[in-house]
């Protein structure tokens, strides 16, 4: 247990500031051809001809922006500019609209569909650095996403978004985000993140039209996406539906738990908001019966059969600290103040990689760290921990004057 808030307070900002922030600003700008530099290894070797991720730029500007809002530091906001300057000049199509999904270590157009995913995430990113820094334009670009979303992605005839469309938003068969995901209309990750794009969106822009599609997103979750005992999310989904997986992702289940009570926090419906805490308690309570291992640490994945793997991401961890957080301010129930406290003492000793900088993308069974996953991917970004340590300074400050 850790003794205080004060003393956790001053964990999550030392490993903000001085780790994770200090190493995406000394390790990753791509000094050759602009922006950030696709993939680095644990050992900090630099790939340099890996393609460049609309995920991993969008969530370095989310990223950073969020930092400069906080900490108001001009060396957070010169980052920020960076990653913003570069998904401008070089992931904007400037013919059709919206933005590429990769291009390659020079900057050109190498994967040209529009994942709405991606789209999800250049939301959210420019609503954060338009609440940073104010700039009109930024929040043009973002609105000028939002209705491209509306316009090509949503689905009229059964509600939610269609997974990806071709460069012109057209139907296409390339649906799928990575190799490791099934080639479905639907996904639960894919309605999560515009989810959390659209709450971003609407801090900053109070549209009738937002405020509209944001609590039908809202609805849709509930009644389609999350299962009939409000436990789980279904992972991929059919146009009307349908269940394509038995799989269960624990950490999109305790991300998922928060970032719905924060979408209808924002968006102030009180109805709607009863029934989205409501179920965020039942998936946390289900996530810490069955997704937590006894050193505190959260399994990944599991199907009917029992767990899919031993090994323990980083990004789970991150979400497991702010879910169980969440859960504990929604109920007073010490069990999950408990629950997120092991899962950033399991972070600290285990995902944390106190030599090199950043964290691990994961440990094995035996928790050591996996030797072939990057520290720097399309997929490794400073989104997830950097955003547990914003959540979670803003939540304890908040604790610790409601106890002064």
Known sequence: MINSPELWLTQLENELQGNILSFWMKQTKDELNGGFVGKIDNQLNIAPDVEKSLVLNTRILWSFASAYRIYG???????????????????????????????????????????????????????????ATG??????????????????????????????????????????????????????????????????LYRVWKSEELASTLAELIETMLDHIIDNEGKHFHLFLDEAWNVKSDIISYGHDIEGSWLLVEAAEILGEEKLLQRVRAVAISMAEAVLA????????????ADPGGLLSKEKDWWPQAEAVVGFYNAYQLTGDSKFNEAAQASWTFIDKYMVDHQLGEWYWGVDENLLPLPHASKVSAWKCPYHNSRACFEMITRLNSTIKETV
């Open 290 to 301: 069955e997704g937590i291992d006894n050193d505190g640490g959260i399994w990944n994945e």
């Open 135 to 200: 700039r009109p334009e930024v929040l043009d670009e973002a609105i000028q996403i939002f209705q491209l979303v509306e316009k090509y992605g949503y689905d009229s005839t059964y509600k939610g978004y269609v997974e990806a469309l071709s460069r012109e938003w057209q139907i296409t068969d390339n649906l799928s985000l990575s190799s490791k995901d099934l080639n479905e209309k639907k996904s639960m990750n894919t309605h999560l993140h515009v989810l959390e794009a659209y709450t971003g």
């Open 73 to 131: 530091k001009t060396e957070y906001l010169a980052i920020a500019e960076r990653a913003y300057t570069y998904l401008m000049d070089h992931f904007i199509d400037k013919e059709y609209g919206g933005l590429y999904w990769m291009v390659d270590a020079e900057g050109k157009p190498s994967q040209e569909k529009k994942q709405i995913y991606g789209q999800a995430f250049t939301i959210y990113a420019l609503a954060e650095f338009y609440r």
